[in-house]
């Protein structure tokens, strides 16, 4: 249910700015309302908190199917690959590259510390002495200088991990 609740705050958050501690606020106040109401009555305070348990879950329940469908963030569509790559991931790579991907929702999944790239750019990434791996939709028509593909099975990103022999990798956008 965390997962779920968690999932949540996020979309929220990417939508409305600061909706996460405007409802952690929001709880924290309710909880405190209910202790202070119930007093010394035990069995109406777990009651209460029962009852808010429940709705949560059932709103939360809603809104998952809602907003992680496969039409509005490809959910379950996807979500092979977001396991193929946390598996292939691990916690093996230095620094992990998310280039040009519209949805990030399957980072919850991946273990590894990333990095968003959000614009389709040029751009050169120093990997002396470290070991980086970039994640790609399968679509993309760019090239990438310095870096080889991982040999995963996955079917719509591509991992690009970097070679021995090179101290950089670049990304080249085709334009």
């Known amino acids: 249910m965390t997962g779920y609740f968690l999932i ?3 979309l929220l958050d990417l939508t409305f700015r600061f909706s996460t501690v405007i409802i952690i606020i929001g709880f924290i106040i309710i909880t405190c309302k209910i202790i202070h109401k119930s007093g010394h009555e035990l069995i109406s305070n777990y009651t209460n908190i029962l009852v808010i348990g ?3 879950v059932l709103l939360t329940s809603l809104s998952v199917t809602v907003c992680c469908s496969n039409i509005t963030r490809n959910g379950l569509k996807t979500e092979n690959d977001y396991i193929e790559i946390a598996k292939f991931l ?3 790579y230095d620094k992990v590259y998310a280039y040009y991907l519209p949805d990030y929702n399957f980072f919850t999944q991946v273990i590894s510390d ?3 790239i959000d614009e389709l750019k040029e751009i050169e990434i120093d990997t002396s002495d470290e070991d980086v791996a970039i994640i790609v939709y399968t679509e993309f028509d760019g090239k990438i200088y310095g870096a080889e593909k991982a ?3 996955t ?3 591509d991992v690009y991990v970097n070679d021995e022999e090179s101290t950089s990798i ?3 956008p085709n334009n």
């Open 8 to 10: 949540i705050l996020e």
């Open 54 to 56: 429940a709705v949560t």
């Open 90 to 92: 691990k916690l093996d």
């Open 114 to 116: 990333y990095i968003k």
């Open 151 to 153: 040999n995963i099975d």
């Open 155 to 157: 079917k719509y990103f």
């Open 170 to 172: 670049k990304i080249v």
